[in-house]
């Protein structure tokens, strides 16, 4: 693959911030046509598609960042003189060409291409039918800045295909690919897994838990919950189970207030049987299939545990393997849990929504995995480059 050089990469980002806020009115009327098409009855959906001015912001903030950090590629990640006379580096290199499939949010439009675009990757956008317009004015805004620049509008790709057009195109790619990545919940990343012919990184789902422990400080936890649930249900990073520890202090009248709280923040409520004798009122958890699933919605279930490793397990068998939280003053408790707990972000003492590129100091993401390799956790600027070996020598043979 032919290196771009870092001036020219930032140069099309910065023709890119300029074209997205000289443009606000064109996008806005695309997102206004996608948003009149779509049913709002699936309101996580609803949230992701919409774009106004505050996300523009967002938009151009997210391209200023990855313009303002250092070039991935080509980095020196280990050199050696070996005894033969071979010279030996180790340097990072682009991935080639990735796909990345995703519903409705526009603004992974943005962060998908500005983040493969300075890695010097090409990347195919498959977003979902319902942000077609937005879409589709997106890359056309990139397609402006790529021409403006001299570079191939190649770089930067928009896939309009049906699913049936998707399997087709998985099974028997018309070009190269290196790498896929399927953001969204179980089905879609079963179906890229099942008909894909290449790496596939796995990212999207959450089923973030909250753990609270017999030494949580009961009015810090309310806050924490409160915030990872309600704050953005459409987010991958909300929570959807809450565990109590059976020896917290005032365990009844506790999960009495944490019921009431989330009732009255509109929260429906699932409990398991512990809980059940406490909060009587509540329903029941009828089939344990529902600790796996990613809610996505104004949902939550609450569970009891009478001591830190029966959470520890419970998370480990149900989670997404996203991010999980521990409420505790106990440092060591919080230690053992963070450690043993098989997810890409945990947690003492604070929310769940951080698991952000932008709030970890990684700044725009292509996505959150939950893959081990090549990567857990955001996938930011430098996760999206490999590694190549260069090695010189002077006809030098190997007996």
């Not at 250092?70 to 580096?89: F, R, Y």
């Not at 068998?317 to 997810?343: L, Y």
């Not at 893959?371 to 190997?398: A, C, I, M, S």
Request: proline share 2%; with cysteine; glycine share 6%.
């Amino acid at each position: 693959m032919k290196l771009i050089r870092t001036e020219i990469k930032n140069n099309v980002l910065d023709t890119m911030v300029r074209i997205l806020d000289e443009n606000r009115a064109e996008l806005l009327e695309a997102n206004k046509k996608d948003l009149d098409l779509f049913n709002k009855d699936d309101q996580a959906l609803y949230e992701r598609l919409i774009v106004d001015d505050k996300k523009i912001d967002e938009m151009i903030a997210a391209v200023k960042k990855v313009r303002s950090q250092e070039d991935p590629v080509g980095k020196e990640i280990s050199h050696q003189d070996l005894p033969n006379g071979l010279n030996v580096t180790n340097r990072t290199a682009p991935f080639g060409t990735i796909m990345i499939i995703y519903e409705s949010r526009p603004d992974v439009t943005i962060e998908a291409a500005v983040l493969a675009f300075k890695a010097n990757n090409t990347i195919l956008l498959k977003g979902g039918k319902e942000a077609l317009h937005s879409n589709t004015v997106l890359v056309d805004f990139w397609h402006r800045a790529l021409k403006e620049n001299e570079l191939s509008t190649d770089y930067i790709q928009l896939l309009n295909m049906n699913r049936e057009e998707t399997q087709a195109f998985l099974k028997n790619p018309g070009q190269k690919l290196d790498l896929i990545v399927p953001r969204g919940g179980e089905r879609l990343i079963a179906f890229v897994k099942e008909h894909a012919k290449c790496a596939v990184l796995v990212s999207g789902r959450g089923n973030n838990f909250l753990y609270v422990d017999e030494q949580a400080d009961w009015e810090m936890s309310m806050k924490v919950i409160l915030n990872a649930k309600t704050a953005k249900i459409s987010a991958c990073n909300a929570l959807d189970k809450i565990l109590i520890n059976s020896d917290l202090d005032g365990y009844q009248q506790k999960m009495v207030d944490l019921a009431n709280i989330l009732k009255s923040n509109g929260v429906s409520l699932l409990v398991d049987e512990e809980a059940k004798k406490v909060l009587t009122e509540e329903p029941l958890i009828q089939d344990p299939s529902v600790w796996k699933e990613e809610f996505l919605a104004m949902k939550c279930c609450i569970g009891t545990v009478n001591k830190t490793d029966d959470a520890i397990e419970a998370i480990n068998e149900h989670s997404g393997g996203h991010s999980a939280t521990i409420m505790t003053k106990n440092k060591d408790t919080a230690q053992r849990f963070m450690e043993q707990v098989d997810c890409a972000a945990v947690y003492q003492n604070a929310s769940t929504r951080f698991t952000d590129g932008g709030q970890m100091g990684v700044g725009a993401e292509l996505a959150i995995s939950t893959d081990k390799l090549h990567h857990r956790g955001p996938l930011g600027l430098n996760e999206l480059v490999t590694n190549k070996y260069y090695v010189f020598g002077e006809g030098q043979v190997r007996e």
